[in-house]
């Protein structure tokens, strides 16, 4: 049986050539935020009244929103259904998650046109119950708080008791030290509350993203356009979060030369191709019922974009997951999780950007350069704050990679003392 270890802050440099590299593109990125936060969304990207969404929503907001899901899947599994061993993953799944939610609200600034406008959801004089997008941007808003409510025990146990503020700030420092005491002993007694509120607040949000698409039906391509896409998003977004946390795992044991935890990701393995086929299952027979089975092999840009993300993100992984042998390789593990995010991410490419068509096009769109380094520097970036905030805090529980066991040569019991050895 595999060993398990406690999390503990990563013990490696900061710096690499894979760091150099995200570090330069991060900053490209911010260049360009910086460019569109100045001069406005009609100088950075492609984006006009006929197509008010590009990238930034696909990727950046809607994947983005359901690769997070691995914090929620992961802490009903281990906490709410009481899988006591999946425990050593949960921490690495709630920082994926958290970040993830804090860069999809930082993108989402950059599609807002009056980006300095979005705390108007947090006053009840403005709600309005009416709007899916206000469902989404309250849930998403509370989630993102009861993320890093539910990460501040991990700070506390980091900082409890080593609190050192520098200079006259160190006044402090038994104030600070009583109040990382107090969240922690509180949040450990409460923290099952905040547990099942993202997980209620998940499936909200989750769901509300694809509802968002339903008011538009002359404009979706009948592939994607059904009254079950809200159905069909929190589906989606639940058989993603396990793979999404196999994926994270197996880079992070890679980057920080750790052993993986290849019993508990082969364990939460197992479920993926239920939840797999259970949104498949749903998917075709939405199909069916609305008629909509003509336009699979109909020779389209959207019939084949379709068959892709069935065939690659959906029916391969599931087949592969299938195979115990597969589920007990750290490759097989790591194929067919890369392809669920694939699916899942292309599936939201195709309903926001490839299914939508405006009533009368004059034109087509593609990102601008601006559009595609802001994605990619955002993506960086959060790679890059994941790397500093494992070795800060004790998020990851694994042990090194095994080093070349030491060879000692020991004289035998009967050799006389003093003997050449």
């Known amino acids: 049986m595999a060993e398990h270890h406690g999390p503990k ?19 490209a990125g911010g260049a360009c935020y910086l460019y569109r936060m100045v001069f406005g969304l009609a100088a950075a990207t492609n984006l006009d009244n006929q197509w008010p969404w590009g990238i930034w929503i696909a990727i950046d907001v809607a994947s983005g929103v359901a690769l997070a899901a691995g914090g929620f899947t992961t802490a009903a599994l281990a906490d709410i259904f009481h899988k006591e061993k999946y425990h050593a993953i949960v921490r690495p799944a709630l920082l994926t998650a ?52 539910e990460f501040l025990p991990i700070v506390a146990e980091r900082f409890m008791g080593r609190v050192n503020l520098p200079g006259p700030l160190r006044i402090f420092n038994r104030v600070v030290d009583s109040w990382l005491i107090v969240c922690h002993r509180f949040l450990g007694r409460f923290i099952s509350l905040f547990i099942i509120a993202g997980v209620v607040l998940s499936c909200l949000h989750q ?44 880079l992070a044991s890679r980057s920080f030369k750790l052993r993986p935890e290849r019993e508990l990701l082969s364990g939460i393995a197992m479920y993926t191709p239920v939840l797999l086929a259970a949104y498949l299952a749903v998917k075709i027979a939405d199909l069916v019922e609305r008629d909509a089975v003509r336009y699979v092999f109909e020779g389209s840009l959207q019939s084949v974009m379709f068959l892709i993300e069935v065939g690659l993100g959906v029916v391969a992984p599931m087949v592969i997951l299938l195979s ?98």
């Open 9 to 27: 802050p990563v013990k490696t440099p900061f710096m690499s050539r894979g760091t150099l590299v995200l570090i330069a593109l991060a900053l």
């Open 324 to 421: 115990k042998r597969a589920r007990n390789s750290i490759a097989g593990l790591f194929t067919a999780s890369s392809l669920v995010i694939f699916g899942v991410a292309l599936n939201r490419i195709n309903v926001f950007l490839i299914s939508y068509r405006p009533l009368y096009p004059e034109k087509s769109y593609f990102p601008s350069p601006f559009e595609i380094l802001v994605t990619v520097g955002l993506i960086s970036t959060l790679v890059l704050v994941y790397r500093a905030i494992v070795m800060i805090f004790p998020v990851i529980a694994a042990a090194p990679e095994a080093a070349p066991r030491e060879v000692v040569v020991t004289a035998p019991a009967s050799e006389p003392e003093g003997a050449t050895r």
């Open 207 to 250: 769901s509300s993203l694809g509802t968002l698409m339903v008011i538009a039906p002359t404009k979706v391509h009948p592939l994607w356009y059904t009254p079950a896409l809200p159905a069909l998003f929190l589906m989606s977004a639940i058989a993603v979060g396990f793979p999404m946390v196999i994926f994270e795992s197996i």
């Open 98 to 149: 958290m970040l993830g939610y804090t860069f999809v609200v930082i993108g989402l600034l950059a599609d807002l046109g009056r980006y300095y406008n979005v705390w108007h959801p947090m006053l009840p004089s403005m709600w309005q119950g009416n709007s899916v997008l206000f469902e989404v941007g309250i849930c998403v808003m509370i989630y993102l708080s009861v993320l890093y409510i």
